[in-house]
């Protein structure tokens, strides 16, 4: 059995699969809150019960793969959001297996090895465009932080590689951003990508439009806000939120069609992460699309650019999966 998970500042996806030579079927899987254990290993002990009841007579497990949040050095993770030390020595220990049989990725790249594993009907169309054959792609995803990869064809595959792309300095377009950008250095002492399109820039954006607007949630995590301010932009109910995710989504458009002329992603550009399933109405009918090509020479090469909205929040969790597989060597050796 392989277990899999896509460990998150919010939550944790763990799953179960059973092993059918280069196939895996789902044998159990669940949802856990990050914030409501000290440690991986705890969330993992917490699973492997669950997964005793679900189905006691499958607990042979052979290795493990999860993307985590992060840059993976030496079996270790390092990452600005999540609290927890995650080793792979550690989960080896905690699953009873091998260090050599735990594989830890960024989790954008695992959601990168599990695009071909996902159904046509899990992606939404933003812009249909003209993908280029065998040209590069990318991924991005917003939620708790803000995740990056790029996938490149090396003349028989895909091959996914991963990006800090999130901790790049958060560069302004035009005056109100100038301004947004100051105001954010009166409490940050450098402004990254990350600190405006993830979960926590909501408030951030709130607040500097409107700091005498505070809605429930404004006492909590800023990252708790997002949810708050993206249902009463939805609804309508607070103009604010209504200029917030307007805002939000045209400058997340922008920074998507930086990271296409980063990779030269003329493949087609991949939206994950939570955030944008929760708003996919809104971004459908947004200025994304505009924002994303308005790259001045470049705008009529990005326009040609397919984007999609991943829909199944489980590419990561499958990726991950599957390169676990590969690790033990129950696919072929040349997936590597």
């Known amino acids: ?67 985590v949040p992060g840059t993976v050095v030496n079996g270790r993770l390092y990452s600005l959001n999540l609290a927890w030390a995650v080793e792979s020595v550690s989960i080896a220990t905690a699953l009873n297996l091998h260090a050599k049989d735990v594989v830890l990725l960024n ?12 159904s046509p009907g899990d992606f939404i169309s933003l812009k249909q465009g003209v993908p280029e054959p065998r040209g590069n792609k990318a991924v991005i995803a917003a939620g708790t932080g803000l995740g ?88 309508g109910s607070c103009p604010i939120c209504v200029e917030v995710l307007d805002w939000w989504i045209d400058a997340f458009g922008a920074e998507t069609g930086n990271l296409a002329l980063r990779v030269l992603a003329y493949g087609g550009v991949f939206l994950a992460g939570g955030i944008a399933v929760k708003i996919l109405p809104r971004l459908k009918e947004s200025s994304f699309c505009h924002s994303f090509a ?30 676990a597989l590969a690790v033990v060597g129950a696919a072929s050796s040349d997936l590597f």
């Open 294 to 323: 308005n790259k001045g020479p470049m705008t009529e090469i990005l326009s040609r650019i397919p984007i999609s909205v991943m829909i199944n929040e489980d590419a990561p969790v499958l990726g991950a999966a599957h390169r």
């Open 107 to 118: 989790d954008l790249v695992a959601t990168a090895f599990g695009l071909d594993k996902l």
């Open 1 to 67: 059995m392989i277990i899999a998970g896509d460990i998150g500042g919010t939550k944790c996806n763990l799953a179960a699969f059973e092993e059918h030579g280069t196939d895996l079927d789902l044998v159990a899987r669940q949802r856990y809150a990050t914030g409501d254990y000290p440690s991986f290993e705890e969330v993992l002990m917490h699973f492997r019960e669950d997964l005793h009841k679900q189905a006691p007579a499958r607990n042979h497990i052979r290795a493990a793969g999860f993307g």
């Open 148 to 235: 990056e990869a790029v996938l490149y064809w090396d003349g028989r595959r895909y091959r996914p590689a991963p990006s800090e792309g999130g901790a790049a300095d958060f560069a302004p377009r035009d005056d109100r951003e100038v301004r947004l950008l100051l105001f954010l250095k009166q409490s940050l002492p450098r402004v990254s990508c990350e600190d405006i399109f993830s979960g926590r820039g909501f408030r951030k954006l709130h607040e500097f439009l409107d700091p005498r607007v505070i809605h429930s949630t404004f006492g909590e995590r800023a990252t708790v806000s997002a949810s708050e301010i993206t249902h009463n932009a939805i609804d």
